[in-house]
């Protein structure tokens, strides 16, 4: 053990107590009478060692917190970018999601537009059918007239179905587009909320009260963006399905409609 003398009063070493004990149980121990001044070199193994602990526990403590230092504001600056792309990201799907109800709305329109179409294929299917009950029994104007009232009829239910293919195809295409925009988003959104929460957990480990905010600003704005996206997405689909559906039936009845028009004619 050693001992040294305070550098204030010049006293050091055991009292009489520590230091009979000291040698009942054969403890060696040295008292350093010597006081160094700062810059000073000792002559002892001991003190030089001790001194060169001392530097390296300070040096050691001088680079650590140097290192937290940068870990903090390395922290601040990812969480600042991370956090506006974030935002940036929520506001694209508070964006497309607006646009998806929109989109969404307008489909009872398109619905009642089908049911229309429809109705008139059936009221001419069934001008099809008088016309061909009266070729034998009409006289040859009577049936100029239905042909040229059919003609008409015709024309109208084609101009009709073109329309609707065009509204549908159209709003297919957005739904599509609105979709594809949304997973991207969803993506992004995911992206931001996990490095958040990277960025939380590091913050916490440096002590950066900055990094922390902004991580859990992240991680909920991505999440709420990723929710939102996943929303428009799944409006999206059914948009398409709904459509499409539509679409098909209006084909089917506008197919049947031509082959009972070419069998009137």
């Not at 646009?99 to 329109?109: E, F, G, T």
């Not at 991580?215 to 499409?244: D, K, N, Y």
Request: hydrophobic content about 40%; some cysteine; overall charge neutral.
């Amino acid at each position: 053990m050693h001992f040294f003398k305070s550098p204030v009063t010049g006293k050091g070493g055991p009292d009489a107590k520590l230091m009979n004990y000291m040698k009942q149980h054969n403890i060696k121990f040295s008292v350093h009478d010597h006081v160094p001044k700062q810059g000073m070199r000792v002559n002892c193994s001991t003190c030089e060692k001790l001194g060169d602990i001392a530097k390296s526990a300070t040096k050691d403590t001088t680079s650590k917190a140097m290192k937290v230092q940068q870990m903090a504001t390395a922290m601040k600056v990812v969480g600042a970018i991370n956090l506006a792309v974030s935002i940036a990201a929520l506001g694209i799907a508070v964006h497309t999601h607006y646009r998806v109800s929109s989109l969404k709305s307008s489909v009872p329109a398109l619905r009642t537009e089908a049911e229309g179409l429809e109705s008139a294929i059936g009221v001419m299917a069934r001008r099809c059918d008088d016309l061909l009950e009266d070729i034998s029994t009409a006289s040859l104007v009577r049936l100029q007239d239905s042909e040229t009232e059919l003609q008409k009829e015709f024309k109208v239910i084609l101009d009709k179905y073109i329309v609707f293919k065009r509204r549908a195809d159209q709003l297919i295409r957005t739904a599509r587009d609105d979709k594809e925009k949304a997973e991207i988003t969803a993506v992004v959104s995911g992206m931001t909320a996990a490095v958040g929460l990277c960025v939380t957990i590091l913050s916490c480990g440096c002590d950066c009260g900055a990094g922390v905010a902004m991580g859990l600003a992240s991680v909920g704005t991505g999440a709420g963006g990723w929710l939102l996206s996943a929303l428009s997405i799944e409006e999206c689909e059914a948009v398409i399905s709904e459509v499409g559906s539509l679409l098909s039936i209006a084909d089917s009845k506008k197919s049947d409609a031509e082959n009972q028009y070419n069998i009137a004619m």
